[in-house]
């Protein structure tokens, strides 16, 4: 399995984030995607994940199983947690898991995963930023996806949550996955390639 | 094909801004010189044996009345071009009508309305044509207020047209549907029936139908050039902001 | 079909838990309702002949008032973003979300309107049909407003924005439904015509209103 962006653009409000970005993850890879703010790198992982159409180019995954397009076979972790606070920490994994396909079994593991066990049947608007963030990284989890597009998914999270979800990013890679994680910090991950966005001067009228 | 090749020639937005440019003038001339004619054809025209002189607000009324749905049509239509076809022009035009499109409503309201005093003895009779126009007022008014509380320019342009297209679906539902509703309540008012035009007053309304349609199309170019312009400035200043090497940011309109 | 009847249990789960929405939702359609006596005077005659009326324009209006927030919390939390990457289509998702919203609103607004029906001297034979028309009706009232939600998502002041753009969509459900009723209570006559229009406005709003605003959906999360 590989992950291929073919001569990617993108435009936003008239400015032009990146052009003609081509690149290749093979399966047990993580892409690393750094650069300054504005750079596009959450352009970059919507574009992958078929939320922002590209100006130009596309992207493809190339021998896999099955002709699913390629945002159904991504999972995208970015900002926003997709946790709902009034929802119990377990009926937020569980309604993930029964969405994406897996069953409750699936969302007692991952909450196990991220150490929030001990808090199932509290409602989730009472987590810390941190406690939700890493409520939200279970998702990733709960379904089966090959490639997850993680958009700096270490933001508010302390030194064990960061390693659980070294633990798992890289458990998905031996497995044959692959990841593409857009960052300001290294990460520990195995088998990295890195791919540096900069600031586009020129401008689409 | 010289028609294929006017439109082709249209669809770029330079070629759009050069041959407008020239077009303008005679539009504006033209429109000026029909409704003049159609005016003076409507005033000489003798007076309706029912209505008297009070019926020659038909030779506005009935115009407007047309643009105002034409209009509407204009603007699905360039709102289905922008959406398939992803043409930047065909939002431009849609951009540019709607408001056009509102004003000719209104007129048509404001007309109609002056015409039901004498006929009804009340300004607003809820006669089922007039109820339609004022829904397509409210349509026009929606797309407009859409348009206009996105911050986002690409985001307006995208979710308007798909409001234009919706509108354009239901507007025959709408229409059948107030149609009804006056058939089946007591009426308690005569309506106006569907006016029987003498040929001494159907030439001065088809000449205030011409008249007044190219008159729209002068205005609807007009805006569209206006539109064009403020595009290029906002371009214009984005890029300065990025040469300064500043971060430019969709600025807030 | 599975991740369906998730996304509907879980809308129908947040409307029960987030706080009284339903509860706003039917007293403010009591609230709307008692303006208009109060507003016109006691004539029991005048009253009985406009309840139809003044119960669907009440009941749009409740409607309206929790159809703003259809997407928004979902767009908010970063929901939304997921939903778009499937499994279901976002015509599904708004499926499922207008199901849901028609279950936690539409329906607890048909229960409650016989009861001001009372309220307005609504004749004794207008009842049955008065339920069977909002039973019909509401289903559009939804999802011709799901669709009013997804374009003013993103909106300033997208509460009045909405009002303004679903009050003449909701034109022909209101006509049609009160001509329901009125066929039976004023005019002694058959509310079939009426009543078969209506249903069929329902189900081509269940069938496009969907497409229409997953259209706008997919916009709103680039």
């Known amino acids: 399995m590989r992950l291929i962006g073919d001569k990617l653009s993108s435009v936003r409000g008239g400015r032009v984030l990146f052009a003609e970005l081509s690149f290749a993850v093979a399966a047990g890879e993580a892409l690393v995607v750094t650069g300054p703010n504005g750079s596009g790198k959450t352009s970059l992982l919507r574009t992958i994940g078929g939320l922002l159409p590209p100006a130009a180019g596309e992207v493809r995954i190339e021998d896999t199983a099955g002709d699913a397009p390629v945002r159904e076979q991504c999972h995208y972790f970015g900002h926003r947690n997709a946790v709902k606070s009034a929802l119990t920490v377990l009926e937020n994994a569980a309604f993930w898991a029964g969405y994406l396909g897996g069953g409750r079994d699936r969302a007692e593991r991952a909450l196990d995963a991220f150490g929030l066990s001990g808090l199932r049947d509290i409602p989730a608007g009472y987590l810390s930023a941190g406690q939700q963030r890493r409520l939200g990284l279970t998702r990733l989890l709960l379904g089966e996806r090959p490639v997850w597009l993680l958009d700096e998914p270490t933001a508010s999270l302390d030194d064990a949550a960061q390693a659980a979800l070294m633990t798992a990013v890289n458990g998905h890679l031996q497995r044959g996955g692959i990841a593409v994680a857009a960052t300001h910090v290294p990460l520990s991950l195995q088998n990295t390639r890195t791919l540096s966005l900069q600031r586009a001067s020129a401008s689409a009228a | 094909m010289p028609m294929q090749t006017l439109t082709q020639r249209l669809a770029n937005p330079t070629r759009f801004m050069a041959l407008s440019a020239q077009l303008l003038p005679w539009l504006w001339g033209a429109a000026a010189a029909i409704i003049a004619i159609g005016l003076y054809m409507g005033f000489a025209s003798p007076p309706d044996y029912q209505q008297g002189h009070s019926a020659k607000i038909m030779y506005v009324h009935v115009p407007a009345a047309w643009l105002s749905m034409a209009v509407y049509a204009l603007v699905a239509a360039s709102s289905f071009g922008f959406l398939v076809f992803r043409h930047p022009l065909a939002d431009v035009s849609a951009k540019a009508a709607a408001p056009i499109g509102a004003l000719f409503t209104l007129l048509c309201l404001v007309t109609g309305s002056l015409w039901g005093k004498p006929m009804w003895g009340a300004y607003w009779a809820w006669d089922p044509r007039l109820t339609s126009v004022l829904i397509l007022f409210f349509l026009y008014l929606g797309l407009i207020a859409l348009r206009t509380s996105i911050e986002d320019e690409s985001l307006a342009a995208n979710l308007t047209a798909i409001l234009a297209i919706v509108g354009i679906v239901l507007l025959p539902v709408i229409r059948y549907s107030v149609n009804w509703n006056s058939i089946h309540q007591p009426p308690s008012v005569s309506r106006l029936g569907a006016p029987t035009v003498h040929p001494d007053l159907l030439w001065p309304l088809l000449t205030m139908a011409v008249g007044m349609t190219v008159l729209f199309a002068a205005m609807h170019m007009k805006a569209m050039r206006n539109e064009i312009l403020r595009r290029r400035v906002k371009a214009l200043r984005l890029a300065e902001v990025q040469l300064a090497g500043g971060y430019a940011r969709q600025p807030a309109e | ?45 005048l009253l009985s002949r406009i309840a139809a009326g003044v119960l669907w324009v009440a009941l749009l209006l409740a409607a309206l008032l929790s159809l703003g927030r259809l997407f928004e919390g979902d767009l908010e939390d970063g929901t939304l973003d997921v939903l778009a990457m499937g499994p279901l289509s976002l015509e599904g998702v708004v499926a499922a979300k207008g199901f849901a919203h028609w279950l936690s609103t539409g329906l607890p607004l048909t229960v409650m309107a016989p009861l001001l029906g009372l309220l307005l001297n609504l004749p004794g034979e207008g009842y049955l049909i008065l339920i069977a028309t909002m039973l019909a009706g509401t289903p559009a009232v939804s999802f011709l407003g799901a669709v009013g939600a997804a374009l003013t998502l993103r909106a300033r002041r997208g509460g009045l924005l909405l009002a303004l753009l679903m009050l003449p969509l909701f034109v022909p459900t209101l006509v049609f439904g009160i001509a329901s009723v009125n066929a039976v209570t004023i005019e002694a006559g058959s509310a079939l015509p009426p009543f078969l229009i209506l249903v069929a406005i329902s189900l081509a709003a269940i069938v496009l209103a969907p497409l229409a605003a997953a259209a706008a959906l997919r916009f709103q999360v680039r």
């Open chain 3, 1 to 45: 079909m599975m991740a369906f009847r998730q996304l509907l249990a879980r809308d129908l789960a947040l409307a029960w838990k987030e706080g009284g929405a339903v509860g706003i939702t039917l007293g403010f359609f009591l609230v709307v309702v008692t303006m208009l006596p109060l507003s016109l005077g006691p004539d029991l005659n």
